[in-house]
């Protein structure tokens, strides 16, 4: 079974600050890992995925990721905050895909608050 | 045109109504997904369809009643729900192959009354 923790359901930064938000996953099998951010009222929308591939994956808005097999970690970072940062950020792990869709596992998401 | 879209955003419905929520996507892939997502829960995945096929059922109540007539599009009908059904449904769909990603519409919030 795969499972995603993410620590601090609630982080604060100020304007121009590093972002760092903590996932750690669970699995059974090399896994695929996403982070996605939600607005206020919008659904979900992809950051950035580690498929495999370079361990340092970079998304849009300026965020990256770095894979760490040995921790199990897959961490979130933005090395300057914007206030159009503010949103709901969650973490993601999923299988292989099999028979034509995958089985993804979220975490209970981070809040993230800028303060000017 | 957004890739997925989902109807109605809002929605308030009795506990003894009828109603559906609606998902299309127009982004060619062959899987769409239901799910849940309530105030200080992971998101609960409720049923997986793939190439019109139910793959996944997640222990969800009957009141629930998926339905997938072809694969773009994507329906939960509702019926007899309860107040704690209240929450955000969203919908996905994503490509069967490697290196592919769940792509989210803007979700139906519902609120049962």
């Known amino acids: 079974a795969q499972s995603v923790t993410q620590l601090g359901s609630h982080v604060s930064v100020s304007e121009g600050a590093l972002v760092l938000l903590r996932c750690n996953y669970s699995?059974?099998?090399?896994?695929?890992l996403f982070w996605y951010v939600q607005y206020p009222n919008q659904g979900l929308q992809l950051l950035l995925k580690?498929?495999?591939?370079?361990?340092l994956v970079k998304g849009i808005n300026g965020f990256e990721a770095e894979f760490k097999k040995s921790e199990t970690s897959f961490h979130l970072t933005k090395p300057s905050a914007h206030m159009s940062d503010a949103a709901e950020y969650f973490c993601?792990?999923?299988?292989?895909?099999?028979?034509?869709?995958?089985?993804?596992?979220f975490g209970i998401g981070t809040k993230l608050q800028v303060i000017p | 045109e957004t890739g997925v879209t989902q109807t109605p955003r809002h929605l308030v419905m009795g506990m003894t109504n009828k109603k559906s929520l609606k998902c299309e996507q127009h982004?060619?892939?062959?899987?769409m997904y239901w799910y849940k997502q309530s105030a200080k829960k992971p998101l609960e995945l409720m049923f997986v369809?793939?190439?019109?096929?139910?793959?996944e059922n997640n222990s969800v109540p009957s009141r629930f009643s998926p339905e997938c007539p072809n694969s773009s599009h994507l329906f939960l009908h509702l019926h007899t729900l309860q107040p704690e059904d209240s929450a955000l449904y969203l919908c996905?769909?994503?490509?069967?192959?490697?290196?592919?990603?769940?792509?989210f519409g803007q979700g139906t919030r519902l609120t049962v009354v």
């Open positions: 996905a769909s994503s490509q069967g192959r490697q290196n592919t990603e769940a792509f």
């Open positions: 699995s059974s099998v090399p896994p695929y």
């Open positions: 580690y498929t495999s591939a370079a361990t």
């Open positions: 993601a792990v999923s299988d292989r895909p099999s028979g034509g869709y995958q089985k993804v596992t």
């Open positions: 982004l060619g892939h062959n899987a």
């Open positions: 369809y793939n190439f019109k096929e139910q793959t």
